[in-house]
């Protein structure tokens, strides 16, 4: 039985519900989650919690996304992507290949991006995208992004292909509509495709058909990523048999119980793994208390 995370190739067409619902079906659980959704015509990374792996949620660093997509240039919807209903067309053939790359280098770097009408973030408890479907425009606030790298893939009009390495909460569908205009013709993402979310990635995913073969095979242990590896961004507390039976029984261990010194990336209020053996035991909180000796406050216990 998995106790940790599975990376889910999702499929174009469902919702990312849709998977959690196939994954508690296939693997006989209930406690399963997934940890950010992806548009149903999107494709790709969809890291998915599993018992235990759903304690870990809340201290994932899925801080970086990457994605491939394709816009298709001299369109505009009113979903920003294929999907949705044309509202503009322009004429594409202007547009040269050292066009795209110039704007593809202008939108590298801290941006501001105004969420899409069609999408689930809420106004006064009414997700937008209801209001949408209303055919109401409501004014969004800005929210503020980064562009890390935004390399192009392929030059085959009207389709551009392009690979973006962004922040969490960064709409490709409207990078691609905001291209367009500055392309001066418009565009619309026609696929999407996530490569990676945080330490998750394409590589290690496997699909719904696939999951579903392992568990009857029996080989689910091969696909799963333990709640440790996820957690590899935080600093490592290896705890002795004493911190470990404190932390069993809910009780933060002092540093005489961890088996190395205090970690310099050990902050007032950073957050750190207590692990035994490669065994994640509990997340914790470091606290200043006056001396060079920070307290251990426990957050989540694993064990």
């Not at 606290?287 to 251990?296: A, K, M």
Request: proline residues 6%.
């Amino acid at each position: 039985m998995i106790n940790g995370f599975v990376v889910i190739d999702k499929p174009a067409g469902i919702t990312s519900h849709d998977v959690v619902s196939r994954v508690r079906r296939i693997l006989g659980t209930r406690k399963v989650g997934h940890t950010g959704t992806l548009d149903p015509f999107a494709t790709g990374v969809l890291p998915v919690a599993v018992n235990d792996g759903t304690k870990a949620i809340p201290f994932l660093d899925e801080g970086v996304k990457c994605y491939e997509a394709v816009m298709q240039m001299g369109v505009a919807t009113d979903t920003l992507d294929m999907t949705g209903t044309v509202i503009r067309t322009a004429d594409w053939l202007p547009v040269t290949r050292e066009d795209v790359e110039s704007v593809l280098m202008r939108f590298i770097g801290h941006l501001s991006q105004i969420p899409p009408m069609y999408s689930a973030i809420k106004q006064d408890g009414q997700p937008l995208y209801k209001l949408a479907r209303q055919g109401q425009v409501v004014e969004r606030t800005a929210r503020e992004i980064d562009i890390h790298s935004l390399e192009l893939l392929s030059f085959a009009p009207p389709f551009v292909s392009f690979r973006v390495v962004c922040s969490r909460g960064t709409y490709v569908r409207t990078l691609a509509d905001d291209m367009g205009v500055m392309l001066g013709c418009g565009g619309a993402l026609k696929e999407l495709r996530r490569i990676a979310s945080g330490p998750f990635e394409i590589s290690a995913s496997v699909s719904l058909e696939g999951l579903e073969e392992a568990a009857q095979l029996g080989t689910l242990e091969s696909l799963s990523v333990s709640p440790y590896a996820a957690l590899s961004h935080l600093p490592d507390i290896p705890l002795n048999d004493n911190g470990l039976a404190l932390v069993r029984h809910g009780r933060s261990p002092e540093w005489p119980a961890a088996e190395v010194p205090v970690p310099s990336a050990c902050n007032d209020g950073s957050l750190v793994r207590l692990t035994q053996n490669g065994t994640l035991v509990a997340v914790a909180e470091c606290r200043s208390c006056g001396d060079d000796v920070p307290r251990i406050i426990l957050k989540r216990v694993f064990m």
